[in-house]
Each structure stands twice: as structure tokens, then as C-alpha cells.
């Protein structure tokens, strides 16, 4: 569970407790559930993290809603979104293993996630990660009831496949922004997990060839 779990269930189960003591015990009922409520949603389950060579897996768990080709830098590149309802798990995950190259915090407005320009309008953080001759764009975006991103990390820091790097609080939308070749491994409608969902298979032949090219220099020493 996450630790802000705590922060907003205590102070709703002590409100409950004095409602109750002061009225009825009925009367602190709804504290209670919406303590109840903040303690299953800040949960931060375990999950298995696929070992493939190349796999890109989802950030976040829930929907996917769009899957199209977006610019970056003036770069084709292929981009999947995924839209958290608040019954989803918040804790968000490195899509890849590699080096932070940059994290930067945009201030926005705070329109339906599901909408398509909450992507380039809402307040989000964008990070970029950097491994295994691949670099691969996620961002936290808030939406119409999350209003606090979290990112735990910094620029410089190295990070495995599936840790965790933030949180999303009460609603959101993540996207994954990776190279436009890449082979997407699910489709518009797909429930995901973070940490265990493949989103996509980055292309391994640019690994090799970059393995073999070192491979060849050293050699020649």
C-alpha cells in the first residue's frame, strides 16, 4: 500500500470517531467507507514482470483507448494511450529498463482524460527513458478529479522494467509514446496492468547491430 494511503484515511477515520461520539455512530458511517476507500485505492499490489527481450509493458493499469501516430521533435512515432478510472490501481511503472534522460513537469488545465487533447493540454509530467539503443516517452497526465502527480525519480537515475517511479491520484491518463516501428501487442479496448502488460515489442535488430558493431571494434584492438 502506498504510504499516502495513510494521510487521508486517518483523518477521515478520526472525523468518523468524532461524529460518532459526539451524534450517532451511524452518522460516521460515510467517514468510515470513504476512509475504507482511500486505503483499497492506494493499494500497490506485486506483479510479475515479463522477461522479453524488447517488451515494452504498460505503466498503469486500465484502458486502452487510443493507439495512433503522433510528432515529437518533428519525429513520426507511435503513441498509447491508457485511461485510469478510480477503481484502478494509481502506482505508476517504468515502461523499460534504461537511464531517466529527462523529466519535465508541464502545467495545464485539467479536462477529461479521456478527451484527446487533455494529451497536449493537461497538467503532466514527461519522462523520457533510454535503454538497449531504444528511447521510449511516458506521460503522467491528471485529469478531471486527479489534481497531484507524483514522480519519485530524477534525471540521471536508472531504472528496471515494471519499478515503480510515481503515482496518479483519483483518475488519470498515461501515454506511452514509442518508435513508430515498434510491434503494438494490444488493441483499443484492452484492460492492462502496469508492470505486467506488454504494450509493445521494440525492434531487436538495432540492438544486434549495435552488439555487433562494439563487438567488431573490440576486435580490431
Not at 47 to 57: E, F, H, L, N, W
Not at 103 to 126: H, P, T, V
Amino acid at each position: 500500500m502506498v504510504r499516502d494511503a495513510y494521510y487521508y484515511a486517518v483523518p477521515l477515520l478520526l472525523a468518523g470517531l468524532l461524529v460518532g461520539w459526539l451524534t450517532n455512530p451511524l452518522w460516521a458511517a460515510p467517514a468510515w467507507l470513504l476512509a475504507a476507500f482511500c486505503l483499497w485505492f492506494f493499494r500497490d499490489p506485486e506483479r510479475v514482470v515479463p522477461d522479453a527481450a524488447g517488451a515494452v509493458v504498460s505503466p498503469a493499469d486500465g484502458e486502452v483507448t487510443d493507439i495512433s501516430e503522433v510528432l515529437v521533435n518533428g519525429v513520426e512515432r507511435r503513441r498509447i494511450s491508457i485511461f485510469l478510472n478510480v477503481f484502478n490501481v494509481h502506482v505508476n511503472r517504468s515502461p523499460i529498463s534504461g537511464v531517466i534522460r529527462d523529466a519535465r513537469y508541464q502545467k495545464g488545465k485539467f479536462l477529461n482524460a479521456m478527451a484527446a487533447n487533455s494529451a497536449d493540454e493537461n497538467e503532466q509530467n514527461i519522462v523520457t527513458v533510454e535503454g538497449d539503443g531504444h528511447t521510449v516517452i511516458f506521460k503522467q497526465i491528471a485529469g478531471l478529479i486527479a489534481r497531484r502527480i507524483i514522480f519519485t525519480k530524477k534525471i540521471g537515475d536508472r531504472v528496471t522494467r515494471g519499478e515503480r517511479v510515481g503515482l496518479i491520484k483519483f483518475g488519470s491518463r498515461v501515454d506511452v509514446v514509442v518508435e513508430r516501428d515498434v510491434q503494438v501487442a494490444v488493441k483499443v479496448g484492452d484492460h492492462v496492468k502496469g508492470a505486467s502488460s506488454i504494450l509493445a515489442n521494440l525492434p531487436l535488430q538495432r540492438e544486434l547491430t549495435a552488439a555487433g558493431v562494439q563487438s567488431t571494434t573490440e576486435g580490431a584492438r
